[in-house]
């Protein structure tokens, strides 16, 4: 009843295909970035944003620039994180070497560095596919963090091997409490969310999706799969390697190449499935379902305990954490198995013809 | 994504709200570990912690004030142990110090620690330069950090060969784990092989490490006099077992004390027979301290460990060792700013700056011989710098030395020279100790 289009007719071809043609849906985003822009940043506690916001934001970004490559252009890659490594690295390298370069570009930087290793581990999807392409995007994941961990120009050859992040200027404004952080990167997040939407709308979306369905009479009918998958691996590598720079700048502050280990490539690769391969929504979901709700039910036990004084030791209380978030992913696979964009896409649906059932 | 953040804010509060500030508490939360590859270690290191606060509260708190603690599980992860410490930095109070227990996620909190002045213990491990309290006034390496310990061991080598001066021409190999924490001790050995002139072949062991046949065949090519091992977790067991197979004698093997718990040998069975390895504390039940704990704790039912055979086990000792240093500081801190009172995170760290466990105060809690005696000061966040090195005879660890220090005019040098060239680099203006009380 809400979310009929009746009434909403397009006059022109740009507002025929637009991203957002019904005008609730608009109206819900509009809604939803203001809460986030506005609304967040006066009302949540400094807890929330460095604890739960901004790794959620972060890690929805490395999961958009997997699903990228994995959902749209069918090529499964386990390298993730160290993709994010390469980012974090080579942006503390630029800000270090280069004096005075600002604070974006070199965040860019980053991601063009992680984009040109992208480009040289995604070389072998040219000839494998599928599984195969996975254990070689591993090979990056392990070659990468020993490269890191070996050569001491990357760490300025600090004997711990760590690098800190210098404090983020942009325009001689510093960004360091916990809500300048957010807003940062959620502005971060914004833009490349916009031109990923609309890069998977365009033509090169559309070859990667042709790629992913059939690679073989994609290249019949004149999609040059090298340029196509390269061009994935390099996006997707961008996309992580900025995303890798705000996990070292505006979340932990002090890395050492150990925190883009492969339990992380993994956990952006759950993200992924549980939110929805192929949608841009579903990096987002994902991201908060992985990052948010073990906290959730970290909170949701102690609170239990406390209340019902159950005195439930501690570490029965940490395994029942692990086997709830576990059961609930089992859960959502068997219910939905293409992940949380898909339920929210079938909800609009319904929504759409409600209060009537068909 | 909205609802779950009501969600959270709802329990949040509510949890808050069930909670009443007492007024006579002194908050620590524990981030622990409980579950996870390095479950033993932090059940036991924690459990032993909270264990001695249990009997302090029992015997009247700290001249009143009872100890109150929330734990938050971690799983040794950066991420995780960032999140527990921003959750529980505000609750009851206040917390008045931090103990992460890892080096991925001391890492993490390194800035935040001294944005909230709240100081932050790294103890036994962590960034041995932070033991220069002039750069780093929230970071308290207590107990010996990574670069003491090394160069303890290098001096107890030398005492096996008769004088340091003995160990030129000797052949040591380091095997380390390939991380920061591994990487750690290399500074301080590079410049004990320069000084004594033994041969150093440094070897890493990529984690988790659960085959070492090659390394251990280059140990076997290279025939050298000792080995050092520094790893962490499985790869231990895994490293005494390999060595037994390709024929290395176990008692030239020289473990760091994360390799030298009772879950680090048990699985290699026999053969971890007479492996050394280092110590910051003694472990058992022998102490008085650890008597009382057992008596009135465990006897009481409020014991923290589940399985009552690992009271007196390494992990356990390590933690009542914690405990009892921060209770000191905190006492220490009464004693300055106000018998009775709640100590603020600002007067917390005072106290541990200026802690002095002599020998003649641990008999007084019943802990002579269970740790050595502490000493902090503005420059020197560390305190004691002594291990003690103990043999695995297949059934316990056997005490070979007392507690001694290796070079620590040297490690003191570099200490400085990497916590200048850190504050250089972060543009940190050192404090002036001279200056401050």
């Not at chain 1, 942006?91 to 991601?111: D, M, Q, T, V």
């Not at chain 2, 320069?194 to 280059?218: H, M, N, V, Y």
């Not at chain 2, 110590?279 to 039940?285: L, N, R, V």
Request: aromatic share 12%.
């Amino acid at each position: 009843m809400l979310y009929r289009e009746a009434g909403q007719f397009k006059s022109t071809y740009a507002a025929d295909s637009a991203i957002l043609p019904i005008r609730q849906d608009r109206i819900g985003l509009a809604l939803i970035l203001i809460v986030a822009f506005v609304v967040v940043p006066l009302t949540a506690s400094p807890y929330l944003f460095s604890a739960l916001l901004i790794p959620c934001l972060i890690l929805a970004l490395a999961a958009l620039g997997l699903n990228l490559l994995t959902g749209y252009a069918g090529q499964l890659s386990l390298g993730t994180a160290a993709f994010m490594a390469v980012g974090a690295f080579m942006s503390y390298n630029f800000i270090l070497r280069i004096p005075g370069i600002p604070l974006l570009l070199a965040f860019a930087g980053g991601g063009v560095t992680a984009a040109a290793v992208g480009i040289l581990f995604g070389l072998p999807s040219l000839r494998i596919r599928g599984f195969y392409l996975a254990v070689a995007t591993l090979a990056a994941q392990f070659f990468i963090l020993w490269c890191l961990t070996k050569v001491g120009w990357f760490t300025n050859y600090n004997p711990s091997g760590v690098i800190t992040a210098q404090p983020m200027v942009i325009l001689g404004y510093a960004f360091d409490t916990p809500q300048e952080k957010y807003l940062l990167v959620l502005s971060i997040v914004t833009v490349m969310a916009l031109a990923a939407k609309n890069m998977v709308r365009g033509n090169i979306g559309r070859q990667w999706m042709a790629i992913r369905d059939m690679d073989v009479a994609a290249e019949v009918i004149g999609i040059r799969p090298m340029r196509a998958k390269l061009l994935a691996f390099a996006v997707s590598s961008f996309y992580c390697g900025v995303a890798g720079a705000l996990f070292a700048y505006a979340y932990l502050g002090t890395v050492e190449p150990e925190a883009y280990n492969l339990d992380l490539s993994f956990r952006i690769l759950f993200m992924i499935i549980i939110g929805g391969v192929g949608t841009v929504l579903g990096a987002f979901l994902g991201s908060a379902f992985i990052v948010l709700l073990p906290i959730a039910l970290n909170i949701g036990v102690a609170f239990l305990d406390n209340t019902l004084h159950l005195n439930v030791p501690t570490s029965v209380g940490s395994n029942l954490e692990l086997m709830v978030f576990g059961g609930l992913i089992i859960f959502f696979l068997i219910v939905e198995p293409h992940g949380l964009a898909r339920i929210w896409q079938i909800t609009k649906e319904k929504l759409r013809l409600w209060p009537f059932p068909y | 994504m909205k609802w779950f953040l009501q969600a959270l804010i709802g329990m949040l509060l509510a949890g808050v709200a069930s909670i009443a500030t007492a007024q006579n508490e002194q908050f620590i939360p524990v981030l622990s570990y409980r579950i996870g590859p390095y479950a033993a270690g932090g059940s036991g290191y924690f459990g032993g912690a909270i264990d001695y606060w249990t009997l302090v509260n029992l015997n009247g708190g700290i001249n009143g004030v009872k100890i109150v603690w929330e734990e938050c599980e971690t799983e040794y992860n950066a991420s995780r142990g960032v999140e527990c410490y921003e959750r529980l930095k505000t609750r009851h109070g206040g917390a008045s110090t931090v103990e992460p227990l890892s080096t991925g996620i001391a890492y993490g909190l390194f800035e935040r620690v001294a944005n909230d002045k709240i100081p932050m213990t790294t103890n036994g491990y962590g960034l041995a330069i932070a033991a220069d309290g002039r750069v780093f006034p929230w970071v308290f390496p207590l107990g010996t950090t990574y670069w003491d310990q090394a160069a303890a061991m290098i001096a107890y080598l030398g005492q096996k060969a008769g004088g340091e001066a003995n160990l030129k021409g000797k052949k040591i190999v380091f095997m380390y784990h390939d991380s920061a924490y591994g990487k750690e001790p290399i500074p301080v050995f590079d410049a004990l092989s320069a000084r004594d002139g033994f041969e150093l072949t440094k070897i890493p062991l990529t984690p988790p490490a659960t085959t070492q046949e090659s390394q251990w065949l280059q140990v076997r090519q290279l025939k050298p006099d000792y080995v050092i091992l520094w790893g962490y977790g499985v790869m231990n067991p895994v490293a005494l077992k390999t060595a037994a197979k390709l024929g290395y004698p176990r008692d030239h093997i020289l473990g760091v004390w994360w390799a030298a718990s009772e879950e680090d040998v048990i699985p290699a069975g026999d053969a971890a027979k007479g492996y050394v390895a280092a110590a910051f504390s003694a472990h058992g039940t022998n102490f008085p301290v650890m008597q009382e704990i057992v008596k009135k704790v465990y006897g009481g039912g409020k014991g923290n460990l589940e399985d009552k055979a690992r009271i007196g086990s390494i992990y356990h000792t390590r933690g009542i060792t914690y405990a009892i240093m921060i209770t000191e500081a905190i006492r220490q801190a009464q004693n300055h700013f106000g018998k009775g009172k709640v100590m603020s995170p600002e007067q917390v760290r005072w106290g541990l700056e200026h802690l002095d466990l002599s020998e003649a105060r641990l008999k007084e809690l019943g802990a002579s011989g269970l740790f050595p005696p502490v000493k902090t000061s503005c420059s020197d966040h560390e305190g004691s710098g002594m291990v003690k090195f103990e043999q695995w005879d297949g059934k316990e660890f056997k005490s070979l030395t007392p507690f001694m220090a290796g070079d620590r005019a040297l490690t003191k040098k570099m200490v400085e020279e990497g916590a200048a060239k850190y504050a250089g680099e972060k543009k940190i203006t050192p404090r002036d100790c001279s200056k401050e009380g």
